[in-house]
């Protein structure tokens, strides 16, 4: 009996996986060749780029995911993700999502960069005309090769004239062609900054002294600090008075000299003697 509860499990598994590559195969036939192209541009910091070249259909791309362990029944958010950034949403609901759910969780579980993203939208707004535009404005820098927007921008980027922190090749372009585009550039800087001022604490900083007994806790050390600086000062100018600093009464606020800095003491333990 046990046996049989595990076939039918095991078949039960199958049929979920079945039924979840059958959803994939449907998205994968409302996808153009456009589709595939720019989905293979948002997935090059997940997957090789030589890997990514070989894929002629969305299915390819999704076997790459699924190797990666970047797509699978129990998440498929990155999927969702892309899909979301490509204006899929009537696809969506074959992953079990809908529009407000992937905006909801994209802060937290967004996996492609604002670099990337903001590639992709600028993409989107370099009409043929301005490509042309752009390609001429780069002479002999870029191959004369036929390209595409997305194309343009992943040959800039892997010649390293454009990164994350170095968008001046970038905003001179869109200046010069599609002056509108370079709000996105904007708006992508100071996405990027509030990022960078919202991330977790190190937490190898955080505990480099966890388990370390504190010697002064922050108050103790502002309130030591404190009554020095109101304290006498003792200087080239103060008198010893029975060992005491004694400040004149005409004399103005001075800094604290070299006596009445704060000393700090690292509390050693004391070392360990043998018995004879």
């Not at 103060?238 to 001075?254: F, K, L, M, P, Y």
């Amino acid at each position: 009996m046990a046996s049989q509860g595990q076939c039918l499990s095991s078949s039960s598994d199958k049929n979920r996986k079945v039924n979840f590559r059958e959803r994939l195969l449907i998205i994968d036939s409302q996808l153009g060749v456009k589709d595939v192209e720019k989905l293979k541009f948002l997935c090059q910091d997940f997957v090789s780029h030589k890997k990514l070249e070989t894929c002629s259909s969305a299915l390819d791309i999704f076997d790459l995911l699924l190797a990666a362990d970047l797509l699978r029944e129990e998440d498929s958010f990155f999927l969702a993700e892309l899909l979301y950034i490509l204006e899929w949403i009537s696809l969506l609901r074959h992953l079990n999502y809908t529009k407000q759910q992937v905006e909801s969780l994209l802060p937290t579980q967004r996996k492609v960069s604002l670099f990337r993203n903001l590639l992709y939208e600028l993409s989107e707004g370099i009409i043929p005309e301005n490509l042309q535009s752009m390609i001429f404005l780069l002479g002999d820098s870029i191959p004369k090769i036929p390209m595409t927007s997305l194309g343009l921008l992943l040959y800039l980027e892997k010649q390293g004239k454009i990164d994350e922190d170095n968008l001046t090749s970038l905003e001179y372009l869109c200046g010069k062609t599609v002056p509108k585009l370079v709000e996105k550039i904007e708006k992508y800087k100071r996405e990027k900054a509030a990022q960078l001022a919202t991330l977790p604490v190190d937490k190898e900083t955080e505990s480099l002294h966890q388990g370390e007994e504190e010697l002064f806790s922050r108050s103790d050390t502002t309130k030591f600090l404190r009554a020095l600086q109101e304290g006498p000062c003792q200087n080239e100018h103060t008198r010893s008075n029975g060992g005491s600093c004694v400040q004149d009464a005409w004399e103005t606020q001075r800094p604290l000299c070299h006596c009445q800095q704060p000393q700090i003491y690292l509390h050693l333990p004391a070392r360990q003697t043998r018995d004879p």
